[in-house]
T-cell receptor, first 113, second 112 residues
Framework: QKEVEQNSGPLSVPEGAIASLNCTYSDRGSQSFFWYRQYSGKSPELIMF????GDKEDGRFTAQLNKASQYVSLLIRDSQPSDSATYLC?????????????FGTGTRLTIIP | GAGVSQSPRYKVAKRGQDVALRCDPI?????LFWYQQALGQGPEFLTY????????KSGLPSDRFFAERPEGSVSTLKIQRTQQEDSAVYLC??????????FGEGSRLTVL
């Protein structure tokens, strides 16, 4: 059973601070990693993806990947109340043509004004 | 359409009834996925189509669940003899091969 593990939270962060979300995965063959944001009652929307070890930055968001440790994280700088949502980590296998994503249970983030 | 369209958005069924959930993917998207999301959980994979071919149905929880995409576009997820544990949001997503996964708004099924 391929697993993606996340701390379910809730994680509370003051407005303007850095929110750090973590995810571990069990399948060493995983090649692609995704962070989705899901507002209550809405569908998941893609924030970032990362394929290579290291950091990838996009605006206030930074994804970090460490394949040796099977660990991926998402940092949100200058947190805003609108960032309050559930953040889902998702992993894709390395097999060509296998587009299936395996999701974690999500971390609920609350930004405190 | 501009996005993935799912219907009905809400469905209440009595235990034992059959239900059908429809997904209309983004035009031109080859791949289509169905996920089940229980309250407070992440989406759980059910099944995956590439065009009309069902390439992976390993996530379907029982033989009461059946999905089809006969012309490689619209897909239907059918649940026979619904049980209370089937209550969840059923999410459909579509993508070009290797592209970003776009989700529909989901169909919320409540089985009484």
């Amino acid at each position: 059973q391929k697993e993606v593990e996340q701390n379910s939270g809730p994680l509370s962060v003051p407005e303007g601070a850095i929110a750090s979300l973590n995810c571990t995965y069990s399948d060493r063959g995983s090649q692609s990693f995704f962070w989705y944001r899901q507002y209550s009652g809405k569908s998941p929307e893609l924030i970032m993806f990362i394929y290579s070890n290291g950091d990838k930055e996009d605006g206030r968001f930074t994804a970090q990947l460490n394949k040796a440790s099977q660990y991926v994280s998402l940092l949100i700088r200058d947190s805003q109340p609108s960032d309050s949502a559930t953040y889902l980590c998702a992993v894709k296998e390395g097999n060509f043509g296998n587009e299936k994503l395996t999701f974690g249970t999500g971390t609920r983030l609350t930004i405190i004004p | 359409g501009a996005g993935v369209s799912q219907s009905p958005r809400y469905k209440v069924a009595k235990r034992g009834q059959d239900v059908a959930l429809r997904c209309d993917p983004i035009s031109g998207h080859v791949s289509l996925f169905w996920y089940q999301q229980a309250l407070g959980q992440g989406p759980e994979f059910l099944t995956y189509f590439q065009n009309e071919a069902q390439l992976d149905k390993s996530g379907l929880p029982s033989d009461r669940f059946f999905a089809e995409r006969p012309e490689g576009s619209v897909s239907t997820l059918k649940i026979q003899r619904t049980q209370q544990e089937d209550s969840a949001v059923y999410l459909c997503a579509s993508t070009r091969v290797g592209g970003e996964l776009f989700f529909g708004e989901g169909s919320r099924l409540t089985v009484l």
